[in-house]
C-alpha cells in the first residue's frame, strides 16, 4: 500500500504570514509530485489487488502481478512507477488565489523535474522542442480556511484517449451511455487497462473536457450524491467490464478500476459529454497549507 500514510505526516513551515507564500507552495508542489510519481494511492492499490484476486484468465493474471510487483518496487527504490511521468495538471481552492500561487507551482514542477526526477514531457506542439515539464493550473474559489492543492501526473497513452461528444438534447441519457461505452470499446486497449473512467457531462465543452479529468481527483471509492449519475456510474462500469478488454487489452475480467461522472447545467440547445480515461496508474494527492504553517498531505 501507498506508504505515505494519508494526513499522518503533518509538516509545519513558518506561518505564510512569515514565510514567502510562493517558496511555500514550490516545497507543496514538489512535494505534491514526489509522493504522486511514486506511489499509489491505497484505494487504487486495493483496487488492483482485488483484481488479480479475482481475475481467471492467465494472461491477464500475470499482468496484474508484474504491475503490483512494479508499484512495489518504485516505493521500494523511491523511484517513478512509471517512465511517463505524465502531464502535469494542477487544481487550486482557496479564498486568495494570488499570482504567487502560480509562480510557486511554475517553481515547484522546475525543481521535481531536476530532483526527483521527472521526465521533461512538454513540447512546442509544432515544432516538438522540449521545453521541459509546463504545468497547467486550474484555480477554484472557495470559502474554506486552508487552501488546497492537489496534482494529477497524467500519461499520455491514456490522455490521447479522451474525446469530446457534443450530443443532441433529444439523445438523453441513453445516447450519452452509449457513446461513452463505444469510445471505450474502441480505445480502452490503448490506455494501459484496467481503466479508472472520468466523464464530464454538461456544462460548456471545455467545463465538460475539465469535469471528467477532475474526477480523477476522487477515490475509487467514493460514491456520487446524484442517484441517476451513480446509477449510470455502476451500469457503465459493468458493461464496460462485459467488454473483455481486459489488463493491458489482453482480454480479463478487469477492464475498469471505476466509471466517475461530474455534471454541470448546459445550454438548452446543448448535451456536452467528455470522457477522460485514466491508465492503470491513477496517481494523484492533494495537500492543505493551514494558516498557522500546518501542512497535510492525503
Known amino acids: 500500500m501507498l ?5 499522518a505526516l503533518i509538516l509545519f513551515l513558518c506561518p505564510p504570514t512569515l514565510c514567502h507564500m510562493r517558496k511555500t507552495i514550490a516545497l507543496v508542489a514538489e512535494e505534491l509530485l514526489k509522493r504522486a510519481v511514486i506511489g499509489l494511492p491505497d484505494d487504487v492499490e486495493i ?6 484476486s479475482n481475475e481467471t484468465k492467465e494472461v491477464a493474471k500475470e499482468q496484474l502481478k508484474i504491475i503490483l510487483e512494479n508499484i512495489g518496487v518504485a516505493r521500494k527504490n523511491q523511484t517513478a512507477l512509471c517512465q511517463d511521468t505524465g502531464t502535469i495538471s494542477f487544481f487550486v481552492r482557496g479564498k486568495n488565489l494570488t499570482s504567487e500561487i502560480r509562480d510557486g507551482i511554475f517553481d515547484g514542477v522546475l525543481a521535481a523535474t531536476k530532483n526527483i526526477p521527472l521526465r521533461p514531457n512538454s513540447v512546442n506542439p509544432l515544432t516538438r522542442k522540449n521545453i521541459g515539464n509546463h504545468p497547467f493550473i486550474h484555480l477554484e474559489f472557495s470559502d474554506n480556511d486552508y487552501l488546497e492543492i492537489s496534482v494529477i501526473p497524467k500519461g499520455a497513452g491514456c490522455e490521447n484517449m479522451s474525446a469530446l461528444f457534443m450530443l443532441r438534447p433529444s439523445d438523453g441519457l441513453e445516447g450519452v451511455r452509449k457513446a461513452i461505452l463505444t469510445h471505450v470499446a474502441q480505445k480502452a486497449k490503448n490506455a494501459c487497462p484496467p481503466i479508472v473512467l472520468g466523464i464530464g457531462i454538461g456544462g460548456t465543452p471545455e467545463q465538460a473536457m475539465l469535469s ?4 480523477h481527483l476522487k477515490k475509487l471509492t467514493s460514491k456520487n450524491p446524484d442517484p441517476i449519475l451513480a446509477e449510470l456510474e455502476a451500469r457503465l462500469l459493468t458493461e464496460i467490464n462485459e467488454l473483455g478488454v481486459g ?6 475480467l478487469r477492464t475498469a478500476l471505476s466509471v466517475k461522472i461530474l455534471s454541470h447545467p448546459c445550454h438548452t440547445a446543448s448535451l456536452p459529454v467528455a470522457v477522460n480515461i485514466e491508465c492503470w496508474a491513477d496517481r494523484r494527492l492533494t495537500a492543505r497549507i493551514f ?3 500546518k501542512i497535510e498531505y492525503f
Do not use: V
Not at 3 to 7: L, S
Not at 47 to 52: I, V
Not at 247 to 252: A, D, I, S, W
Open 247 to 252: 489488463t493491458m487489452g489482453l482480454g480479463g
Open 3 to 7: 506508504k505515505f500514510p494519508p494526513r
Open 291 to 293: 494558516k498557522d504553517g
Open 212 to 215: 471528467a479529468k477532475e474526477n
Open 47 to 52: 483496487a488492483l489487488a482485488n483484481a488479480y
